[in-house]
């Protein structure tokens, strides 16, 4: 069954380079992003992980956990870290899941329930392990967003993706494209014009239920 957007993510105990976790006990009461990888050793995601190695500052003032998952073991994943910090210039202080058994892939459905990896596998048997899951605090899926293995995701925009989801979370609003940390958000429609002045102070209404107003305090 497909995980879906407020499904409660799968639990699951599994082996990462900086020791074994119980996923749901590891989240705590942080928001977390899960972010997965077909092979270690590989070009494309080297540089992702660098990526979010560099952005670590950034999780943690918003109360982020991180952790990566790749279908290698945990001596790969050590190993791959060197590389990591040398191609992307910071630590990757983060722990990477050693999913050689392909439970969690399995789990999360980014791979066949029956599917298993050949002797020698590329990263062409597992290619479909490239999502990026984002789960609140209550272990529910906000977001997920999976790319082909020719195209880096875009950190920015996971990191702007997170920003807005606990925005709307904290503040009952909604976001528009492209919205960033500042800027006007979109009122809910489950609240009336008299409802929203209230709430909100004056707000712009470019249609009947299309209202923007400043992020309320």
Known sequence: MSLRINDTVPNFTAQTDQGVIDFHDWIGDSWAILFSHPKDFTPVCTTEFGAVARLAEEFRKRGTKVIGISVDGVEDHKKWKQDIETA???????????????HVSKA??????????PEHPTPADSQTVRSVYIIGPDKKLKLSMTYPMNVGRNFAEVLRALDALQTAEKKGVATPADWTVGQDVIIPLALDDEAAKKKFGEFNAVLPYLRYAKVPK
Do not use: C, R, S, W
């Not at 992307?88 to 392909?102: S, V």
């Not at 999360?108 to 990896?117: G, I, K, Q, S, T």
């Open 108 to 117: 999360f459905d980014m791979l066949p329930h029956e599917y298993y990896l």
């Open 88 to 102: 992307g210039g910071a630590t990757a202080g983060f722990p990477i899941i050693a999913d050689d058994g392909l």
